[in-house]
C-alpha cells in the first residue's frame, strides 16, 4: 500500500497536537480536543478546518459550457464571473459520480471543486466525455484550501484583508489579498454556518493558516478536525459522497431534485432514468429521524416498520448542538410522513425511531 498524501498543512496538524489519521489516503486531524468542543467551537466562534484534500479541476475552452452542461445536473449557463454553483454528475443509471460545487472563473473557464477521494475517478469521467474545444485539467497538487466557518469568521478574516467581504454573498466569490497573499475567497462552506473558503497556492497554505490563528485568538478560533466537520455537515443535512450520495443512489432519492434541472436546454448523462423516476416515482426516499430509544443509528444499519425491512441508515450520531441521537436513512417512500415511528435494527435488538423534519439544525 502506499504512504498517505500530505497536506501542506501536515506539520501543524501535528505540531497542534491533532489525532492524524489515514483519511481516504490523505493524512489528516479527526480531532485536535474533542468533537463536541469543536462542534461547540465552531457554532459559537469560528473553527478553522484543513481542506486542501479536495479536489479541483478546470475545465475551459469555447466549448466549456456546452460540455459541462451535457455532463452536469444543474444549468451552468445561469452561472456568471464571481458565481458558484452546487451540482451533480450523474452516470447513465442516473446514480452519482459525484455532488461538487462549480466556480464560473471567467467566460468558458470554470474550476470544478470536487470531493477528495472521486478526484480521480471525476478526472477519468470528464476526460472519458471530452469533446472538442475543451481542455480537462486537474490541478489539485497546485492548490491549498482552508475553510473559516462560524458566526465569527468574517470578523476575524476581515482583519487581514481591505475587501468589504460582506459585498462577498453566500455562493459567490472573489479574488483577494489576504496580508500578501492573493487567493480565490468564497463564502461557502460545508458546516451550516456563515464563513469562507481559502483556495491558495499551495505554498502560501502554512503561512496563511498561521496568520489566521494570530488574528483569531480572541475571538476563540479553533483548529477543528473531521470528526466534528462530519457532525457538523450531518446536523444540517448536507449530504456526504459514500453515504447519502453513491452510484446506486440518485439525486431525486437523495432529496436534491432542486439540483436537477430536467427542462434545461441540454441533455445530461443520467437525464433518462431520473426523468422516469420522477413521473414514475421513487423507489426509495431520504428521510432524517430521532432516535426515541437508546443507541447510536450506524451506516448500514437496518430500518424496519413493524418488524418488515424498508430500508437502512445512510448517516448517524449525537448531536452535539441539539442533544439527541438523530439519523439519515432511505426507506421505501410509502413510510416517509413526519411523526412516522420506525424501529432500527442495532446489532441484536431493535430501537424505536420517529421520522421528523430536516434540516435538524438551522442558523437562528
Not at 432529496?255 to 441540454?266: I, N, R, S, T
Not at 437508546?294 to 448531536?319: A, L
Request: glycine share 10%; proline share 4%.
Amino acid at each position: 500500500m502506499s504512504e498517505p498524501q500530505k497536506t501542506p498543512l501536515y506539520n501543524i496538524h501535528k505540531e497542534r497536537g491533532g489525532k492524524v489519521i489515514d483519511f481516504g489516503g490523505w493524512y489528516l486531524p479527526v480531532q485536535f480536543s474533542s468533537i463536541i468542543e469543536e462542534v461547540n467551537d465552531t457554532r459559537t466562534n469560528a473553527g478553522l478546518f484543513d481542506v486542501s484534500h479536495m479536489g479541483e479541476i478546470i475545465v475551459e475552452g469555447p466549448n466549456s459550457e456546452n460540455f459541462l452542461q451535457k455532463m452536469l445536473t444543474n444549468d451552468v449557463t445561469k452561472l456568471k464571473d464571481g458565481k458558484i454553483q452546487y451540482t451533480l454528475m450523474c452516470y447513465e443509471n442516473g446514480g452519482v459520480v459525484d455532488d461538487f460545487v462549480v466556480y464560473r472563473l471567467q467566460e468558458n473557464k470554470y474550476l470544478l471543486v470536487v470531493n477528495a477521494t472521486n478526484t480521480k475517478k471525476d478526472y477519468d469521467w470528464l476526460k472519458k466525455h471530452q469533446i472538442e474545444g475543451v481542455e480537462v485539467k486537474d490541478y489539485s497538487d497546485e492548490y491549498g484550501q482552508i475553510a473559516i466557518q462560524g458566526p465569527k469568521a468574517e470578523q476575524i478574516l476581515q482583519r487581514l484583508t481591505d475587501y468589504p467581504l460582506e459585498n462577498i454573498k453566500f455562493f459567490n466569490f472573489a479574488n483577494v489579498k489576504l496580508d500578501d497573499f492573493e487567493v480565490l475567497l468564497s463564502r461557502t462552506g460545508y458546516t451550516g454556518e456563515d464563513g469562507f473558503e481559502i483556495y491558495s497556492d499551495a505554498s502560501d497554505t502554512k503561512a496563511i493558516w498561521e496568520r489566521l490563528e494570530q488574528v483569531g485568538e480572541t475571538d476563540g478560533l479553533k483548529p477543528i478536525g473531521l470528526g466534528a466537520r462530519d457532525v457538523l455537515r450531518f446536523e444540517v443535512c448536507l449530504p456526504l459522497y459514500g453515504n447519502e450520495l453513491s452510484p446506486e443512489i440518485t439525486p431525486l432519492e437523495a432529496g436534491l431534485g432542486f439540483f436537477v434541472k430536467l427542462k434545461k436546454d441540454k441533455d445530461f448523462i443520467g437525464k433518462n432514468v431520473l426523468q422516469k423516476q420522477k413521473e414514475q416515482g421513487l423507489p426509495k426516499t431520504l428521510v432524517g429521524f430521532e432516535m426515541l430509544d437508546k443507541g447510536i443509528p450506524r451506516t448500514g444499519y437496518t430500518i424496519e416498520k413493524d418488524g418488515e425491512e424498508i430500508g437502512f441508515v445512510s448517516s448517524g450520531s449525537h448531536s452535539p448542538t441539539l442533544d439527541k441521537v438523530i439519523g439519515l436513512g432511505f426507506i421505501n417512500p410509502e413510510y416517509n410522513e413526519i411523526g412516522t415511528e420506525l424501529e432500527v435494527k442495532i446489532r441484536n435488538r431493535t430501537a424505536r425511531a420517529k421520522i421528523v423534519k430536516t434540516p435538524f439544525y438551522g442558523r437562528g
